[in-house]
């Protein structure tokens, strides 16, 4: 993903978790909320919880890759947060694949003509 795609700082992620909007799956929450430029930035929370750093980094890789992958569709101007539940550790890339696009469709981020 390139970097003019992350949300990096940690006032963008208290300030998307504070006026965004959530929606849930048994996988991921998306947070999301509409911003003012015509960027789109997006961002993965994983909490030290989920288990140790080369469990985390291997699902944030695979999160980059499967929105890296689908971001020529989705909506600009919007920032976007992963954040992961528990059960998502021992999912399939094929079962990420379709968490995410599923969040993505329900929350309506993907552009005009897109399923």
């Known amino acids: 993903m390139?970097?003019?795609?992350?949300?990096?700082?940690n006032k963008d992620f208290k300030y998307t978790?504070?006026?965004?909007?959530?929606?849930?799956?048994?996988?991921?929450?998306?947070?999301?909320?509409?911003?003012?430029?015509?960027?789109l930035r997006i961002g993965f929370s994983i909490t030290k919880k989920f288990g140790p750093a080369v469990k985390r980094n291997r699902i944030k890789r695979q999160l980059r890759e499967i929105v890296s992958a689908d971001i020529e569709n989705i909506r600009h101007g919007h920032d976007i947060i992963f954040s992961l539940r528990k059960g998502a550790g021992e999912s399939t890339f094929e079962e990420l694949e379709s968490a995410v696009s599923n969040l993505l469709k329900r929350a309506k981020l993907y552009k005009k003509g897109v399923s």
């Open 2 to 9: 390139e970097k003019r795609h992350r949300l990096r700082k």
């Open 17 to 39: 978790y504070k006026r965004g909007r959530k929606l849930g799956h048994p996988l991921f929450v998306l947070v999301y909320r509409r911003t003012n430029n015509s960027s």
